[in-house]
């Protein structure tokens, strides 16, 4: 029986590693169906994690987290979750992909989100070479310079305005001629001078050279003419899936409460509603999806845990 379970080893699974098992938890093992780091080591420049002066690409900056968490006693298994439940009494099962299932005493879920993409030529090639989907990481490189975003949701419209306060112009490109976002993020959208709409617009290709990204090419839906946008940095808002797969149920709930996007809904200690259950990073309601802030969740939840699993020891639960 484990006293903790961690799934997934990026920046939050990777924290709540180091504090649980330096806050003195035994049997800690964090799942991780790949090698640990997260979705950061695809970036190839992050300069705003504290205390570290330099430009650093993703891999560098993680590479010696899993070293320090396991010099404290936290194991890695490279496997994938399929579902945390809890059939009965106060254990909760963690079910794996090979078909087996591991027991814990309390499990924090830390399985991150994924932008979607929007399936445009040379997205995937430009990836991190000046297409970003991350306004907050990548905007600050851009500034006073002009870029492109594409999308028409609320996170689209938010990330235009936060670009416009860097970037010397925003092309806000959407396929159609509404938006889906807030009429009054629309509103304030419409009135910055700095933010330009290029409406019924249909991305078709990012190009560029070895340097990075050139500029955007869309095709317009009401005139079918193709038009240039020249601009260094493309930002692409389509869509963001959470990574809540492994709390869904054979019945189709979830385990604990998540909102109308998937994201799990915790308190400020990064507790679900499920006692027992602790949630950590970009899968969490109202995540700033930052290095930083999934670190400190994971901090958060491992401190949780710990409290958690005394109080099963002392009641002699489990
Ligand atoms: P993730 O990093 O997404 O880690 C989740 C982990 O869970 C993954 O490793 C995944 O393999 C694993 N996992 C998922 N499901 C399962 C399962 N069922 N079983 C086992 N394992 C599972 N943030 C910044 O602060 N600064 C930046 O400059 C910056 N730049 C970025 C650039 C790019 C290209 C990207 C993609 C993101 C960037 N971010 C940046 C955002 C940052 O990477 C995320 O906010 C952060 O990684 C979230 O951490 P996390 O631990 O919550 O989730
Ligand atoms: P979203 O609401 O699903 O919007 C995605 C946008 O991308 C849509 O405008 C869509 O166009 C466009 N799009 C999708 N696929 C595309 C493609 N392949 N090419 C070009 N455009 C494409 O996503 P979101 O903005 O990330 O928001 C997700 C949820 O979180 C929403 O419910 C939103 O309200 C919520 N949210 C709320 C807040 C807030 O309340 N402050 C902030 C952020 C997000 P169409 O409109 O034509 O489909």
């Known amino acids: 029986m484990l006293d903790l379970a961690i799934i997934g080893g990026g920046p939050a699974g990777l924290t709540a590693g180091l504090y649980a098992t330096r806050g003195g938890l035994e049997n800690v093992v964090m799942y991780e169906k790949g090698m640990p780091g997260g979705q950061i080591t695809q970036s190839s420049e992050v300069e705003n994690y504290p205390g570290i002066t330099e430009v650093v690409t993703g891999m560098e900056l993680m590479q010696d987290w899993p070293e320090q968490c396991m010099r404290f006693g936290l194991k890695h298994d490279m496997a994938e979750v399929v579902r945390v439940s809890r059939p009965e009494g106060p254990c909760f099962k963690v079910s794996l992909g090979d078909g087996s299932v591991i027991t814990a005493k309390s499990v924090i879920v830390a399985t991150g ?13 430009f990836f ?20 492109a975003v594409i999308g028409g949701g609320d996170t689209a419209l938010e990330e235009a305005l936060f670009l416009a306060n860097i970037c010397s ?16 993020t629309v509103k304030r959208v419409e009135e910055n001078g700095k933010i330009e709409l290029v409406l019924n617009a249909v991305p078709e290709e990012v190009y560029g050279d070895n340097m990075g990204v050139q ?11 193709t038009v240039d946008i020249p601009v260094p940095g493309v930002f692409v808002f389509v869509g963001n899936i959470v990574n809540n797969d492994v709390l869904k149920q054979e019945d189709g709930s979830f385990l604990c409460e998540v909102n109308e996007w998937g994201e799990v809904v915790v308190d400020l200690a990064m507790r679900t509603s499920e006692e027992g259950l602790f949630a950590a990073g970009d899968v969490r309601i109202m995540a700033p999806k930052q290095v930083v802030c999934a ?21 002699n639960i489990c």
């Not at 991190?128 to 870029?147: H, I």
């Not at 670190?295 to 009641?315: F, Q, S, T």
């Open 215 to 225: 500029g955007l090419k869309v095709k317009k839906r009401d005139s079918a003419e």
């Open 295 to 315: 670190a400190g969740d994971g901090a958060n939840a491992a401190i949780g845990a710990i409290a958690y699993v005394e109080h099963l020891k002392r009641e």
């Open 113 to 125: 989100s994924t932008p979607k993409r929007a399936g445009f030529k040379g997205e995937d090639e």
């Open 128 to 147: 991190g070479r000046g297409v970003s989907t991350c306004a907050t990481c990548d905007g600050f490189f851009y500034r006073d310079k002009e870029v």
């Open 169 to 184: 112009k925003v092309y806000l490109v959407h396929r159609r001629d509404e938006f889906r976002a807030a009429p009054s």
